[in-house]
Each structure stands twice: as structure tokens, then as C-alpha cells.
Nanobody, 124 residues
Framework: QVQLVESGGGLVQAGGSLRLSCAAS????????MGWFRQAPGKEREFVAAISWSAGSSVYAIHYVDFVKGRFTISRDNAKNTVYLQMNSLKPEDTAVYYCAAAPMVAGLVDGSWGQGTQVTVSS
């Protein structure tokens, strides 16, 4: 089991940027796919981005939901057991609680380990 702690959320104006971090504990971080999801008030949790694990190389499979492509970037630092979500050109509709998830495969993230979330609020 991987324990996850998100940070980096906050209040930002539209057009601004934030970088979310998700610190993982446990020995298996480098062999876990990692992902970001979000949940806005009154809405269901939705997928944002995911990054696979890589056996011995720095080549990862990366996936984004369409509405963040070109604005958000997911990355990971296995030496720091941390995954990041760089969010640029933020919009008010990006306001949500952002959650980090970990699982052996990207397809299994929904059923994997989850953090407690970090609030992102984008003002217009």
C-alpha cells in the first residue's frame, strides 16, 4: 500500500499557475502508475492526468483528459517519491479538490491508493 499526501493547492487568479505535488511513502513508488483526479462541488470525481511507471528508463506513457491538454503537465521524480501536476492558464472551471492516486497500472488508478486531496480555487 502506498500512502499519498498532496500539497500545492491554493487560490489563484484566472490565467495563473500552480504546481501540485504528491509525496508517496512506501518502497514501491517507482513501480506504480500515478495519476491526478479532481472533484468540483456537486460533480463526480474525474480523471485529469496519469503517468505510467518505467522499468529502468525515463520513458513514460502519459495521458491527459482533453480539457487540460496543453495547459497541465504531469511528471514524476522517483528519487523523491513525488509526482507533480504543473497547471498553467488556469480557468475558474478548474476549481476543484485535486487528488493523487497510485496503482500498479494506469487502468487501475481508480481502485488504487488515494490521498486526501488539495483544494484549488481559481477566481475570475
Amino acid at each position: 500500500q502506498v500512502q499519498l499526501v498532496e500539497s500545492g493547492g491554493g487560490l489563484v487568479q484566472a490565467g495563473g499557475s500552480l504546481r501540485l505535488s504528491c509525496a508517496a511513502s512506501g518502497r514501491s513508488f517507482s513501480r506504480n502508475a500515478m495519476g491526478w483526479f479532481r472533484q468540483a462541488p456537486g460533480k463526480e470525481r474525474e480523471f485529469v492526468a496519469a503517468i505510467s511507471w518505467s522499468a529502468g528508463s525515463s520513458v513514460y506513457a502519459i495521458h491527459y483528459v482533453d480539457f487540460v491538454k496543453g495547459r497541465f503537465t504531469i511528471s514524476r521524480d522517483n528519487a523523491k517519491n513525488t509526482v507533480y501536476l504543473q497547471m498553467n492558464s488556469l480557468k475558474p472551471e478548474d476549481t476543484a479538490v485535486y487528488y493523487c492516486a497510485a496503482a500498479p497500472m494506469v487502468a487501475g488508478l481508480v481502485d488504487g491508493s488515494w490521498g486526501q486531496g488539495t483544494q484549488v480555487t481559481v477566481s475570475s
